[in-house]
């Protein structure tokens, strides 16, 4: 299984993005998507993940600026980011818990990342 993230890139304080990563492979079931982020010299932490029917959870960081979506026939995971601080500047990276196909095992998937950073 395969997550390719894209969507990322440089914007100005206050200003939006929206991150899309599509997951491929020997995917039977994609359980839950999500978004974490890491900062330059901080731990990864949880930006938002939404399960298949659409349960939907926040960083309290984030809540209100950004809305996680997913489009469970494109297996595809957005995130829409509104209102953009420096602080929000990271590596990117999406998630996804697969049931894969023939095994029927469940694991968890990650994408390599894309860089947002917001400048002031």
């Known amino acids: 299984v395969q997550l390719q993230a894209s969507g990322g890139g440089l914007v100005q304080a206050g200003g939006s993005l929206r991150l899309s990563c599509a997951a491929s492979?020997?995917?039977?079931?994609?359980?839950?998507m999500g978004w974490y982020r890491q900062a330059p010299g901080k731990r990864r932490e949880l930006v938002a993940t939404?399960?298949?029917?659409?349960?939907?959870r926040y960083a309290d960081s984030v809540k209100g600026l950004i809305t996680i979506s997913r489009d469970n026939a494109k297996n595809t995971v957005y995130l829409q980011m509104n209102g953009l601080k420096p602080e929000d500047t990271a590596v990117y990276y999406c998630y996804a818990d697969v049931t894969v196909s023939g095994t029927l095992s469940r694991s968890d998937f990650w994408g390599l990342g894309t860089q947002v950073t917001v400048s002031s």
């Open positions: 492979g020997s995917i039977f079931f994609i359980n839950v």
């Open positions: 939404i399960s298949s029917d659409s349960d939907t």
